[in-house]
């Protein structure tokens, strides 16, 4: 359901407070504020591609992380999509774990957009590394692991 | 009897159940033993894009043993979102910003469908503060609680300065104050009978050193570990000792490069990671004082469970702090490395002054779970 304007006001001044708040404190917040504004109300799993078509550059890219993962690109990601086509990104981001755990379905889309044979094979793996006693296990490993650990899966 | 439906989706993959999922267990289940409303608890299932019904008395027994059981709350019962019931109530009080289901979609859809939507809120230190917190974190909680100052039809925090701070932000942006009512947390938790039994013999050893300050609280920018770090190397060294239990966090490397390449590592200055309960427990109870210098805190349970085993609590000077540790607690300004050493120097220096501290913290009553969860009930059945 989409927000009507006086809603994504108090949605767009939590992001400007938050963005100002960081600014004072010296850290950037790496996120677009459409792209953002774009990504509220976002479904679960069957995600509309005609929400954000139309967004371009850093927008669309903050857009597509925020509605497919609920998490901002990373540097390298960043620097991985800086040189790709909007369908490029979207296929780029079909292949990651996270997209095959989720489920998404990404609806309204001209371009053929499906988990690749990594994104599967990931997807069904972490439903095993998902489970309450592994990860417990798993967090009793060194940062370093932990975090090679969470990059597999992202 | 009225249904209350909560999403525990985070719960039910969580891996421990301190903070918040402690607070959601602690609560739910005497809701439950109270029997006036009829929950429904209830988890997102990515694969049927629906809501799965959980049983609520494995779930209620996983809430008091915490024994895994998690495959048999699971029952293989389904409900669209849109089948959550009309005049029903949609209780939110886990951390529902981390979840699939993101507010902004989700209460539109409550509202429409005539739910009503009571949300509670630990603290907006994402907003606030979110120098300190995962960026991703803070774009999930702005969704999170801008859709509840949309949509719920009433607000529960934990403390004034919650409130207040919420109140701040809604004048800021220029949006309507929705109706928002404190619940203060509970904080008699049940004791274990043979606790110190199960201490681990390396928590023990640390105690037989000596005198020792302690920090309890995953390890994580805002809690300010790193001023006592520099209390202790400046000013302190050879004076007392130093123990921080918690887990690690992010954003802490140069934290722990500093505090492992320390000369008195594990001989002066430890860190306690997985402490178990009684650990932990054990630690509080044989400590000099427990130094609690964070930049800011949703509740600032830690405070409380040191005044449970009267244990004197030095604290930085900020508004929850002074809210929940009152007129107990010696306070220094925030960041001083310099008062929070002369603080601790008076004490060791006058036993008297302590005594007088531990005093202070005599006798103390927290509030009870018992009273939280009747506050809770009279606010659901408020929006009705």
Redesign the interface.
């Known amino acids: 359901?989409p927000?009507n304007e006086k809603?994504l006001?108090?949605?767009a001044?939590?992001?400007e407070?938050?963005k100002e708040?960081?600014k004072e404190?010296g850290?950037m917040?790496?996120?677009d504020e459409t792209g953002?504004i774009n990504?509220?109300?976002?479904?679960?799993?069957?995600i509309s591609y005609k929400e954000f078509e139309n967004l371009e550059g850093e927008a669309f890219l903050s857009c597509a992380f925020?509605k497919f993962f609920?998490?901002?690109p990373l540097d390298e990601e960043k620097e991985k999509c800086a040189s790709l086509s909007k369908e490029e990104i979207l296929k780029y981001l079909s292949n990651k774990a996270s997209y095959s755990?989720?489920?998404i379905e990404l609806t309204d889309c001209t371009y053929k957009v499906k988990p690749g044979l990594r994104g599967k094979i990931l997807g069904k793996a972490s439903v095993v590394a998902?489970s309450?006693?592994l990860?417990?296990t798993a967090?009793?490993m060194p940062?370093g692991i932990q975090n090679k650990i969470r990059g597999t899966f992202r | 009897m009225r249904k209350v439906y909560l999403d525990v989706s985070m719960v039910m993959i969580g891996t421990s159940f301190t903070g918040i999922p402690r607070t959601l267990m602690e609560i739910v289940k005497r809701l439950e033993q109270k029997g006036n409303l009829k929950l429904v608890f209830i988890e997102y299932d990515s694969k049927r894009d629906a809501y799965r019904l959980l049983r609520t008395k494995e779930f209620i027994d996983f809430c008091d043993t915490k024994t895994d059981n998690r495959k048999s709350i699971r029952s293989d019962r389904f409900i669209t979102f849109n089948e959550i019931e009309e005049n029903s109530i949609f209780f939110d009080c886990d951390t529902a910003w981390k979840n699939r289901t993101r507010r902004s979609f989700l209460y539109p859809l409550l509202k429409q469908n005539k739910v009503k939507i009571v949300t509670l809120i630990y603290d907006i230190i994402s907003i606030d503060y979110p120098q300190f917190c995962d960026k991703s974190d803070v774009m999930n909680f702005v969704d999170y609680l801008g859709a509840a100052l949309i949509y719920a039809n009433k607000i529960i925090v934990t403390s004034g300065d919650t409130k207040d701070a919420i109140e701040s932000q809604c004048s800021s942006i220029g949006t309507e104050i929705p109706e928002i009512s404190i619940v203060p947390l509970g904080g008699d938790f049940k004791k274990k009978e043979n606790a110190e039994e199960n201490v681990q013999s390396s928590i023990k050893e640390i105690v037989s050193k000596g005198k020792y300050l302690l920090m309890v609280g995953t390890i994580e920018p805002r809690k300010n570990h790193k001023l006592l770090l520099e209390t202790y190397q400046k000013f302190l060294r050879d004076k007392i000792n130093f123990v921080f239990a918690g887990f690690s966090g992010q954003a802490m490397e140069d934290f722990f490069a500093k505090l492992t390449a320390d000369p008195d590592y594990q001989n002066g200055i430890w860190h306690v990671d997985n402490a178990s309960d009684d650990d932990v427990d054990y630690l509080y109870k044989n400590c000099y004082a427990m130094v609690f210098p964070s930049y800011i805190e949703g509740y600032g349970l830690p405070i409380i469970e040191a005044f449970l085993r009267e244990i004197p609590v030095i604290a930085s000077d900020t508004g929850i702090n002074r809210e929940i540790a009152g007129e107990r607690a010696v306070f220094f300004e925030q960041d001083n490395s310099e008062e929070l050493a002369g603080i601790i120097n008076n004490l060791l220096e006058n036993e008297e002054e302590y005594k007088a501290l531990r005093e202070r913290v005599k006798g103390y009553v927290p509030k009870t779970w018992d009273d939280t969860a009747i506050a809770i009930e009279k606010q659901l059945l408020s929006v009705l």
């Open positions: 359901m927000a809603d006001k108090v949605y001044g939590l992001f407070h938050v708040t960081l404190n850290q917040l790496n996120c953002f990504s509220i109300g976002t479904a679960p799993k069957k925020l609920q998490r901002l755990i989720r489920g998902s309450p006693k990860r417990k967090k009793k940062a």
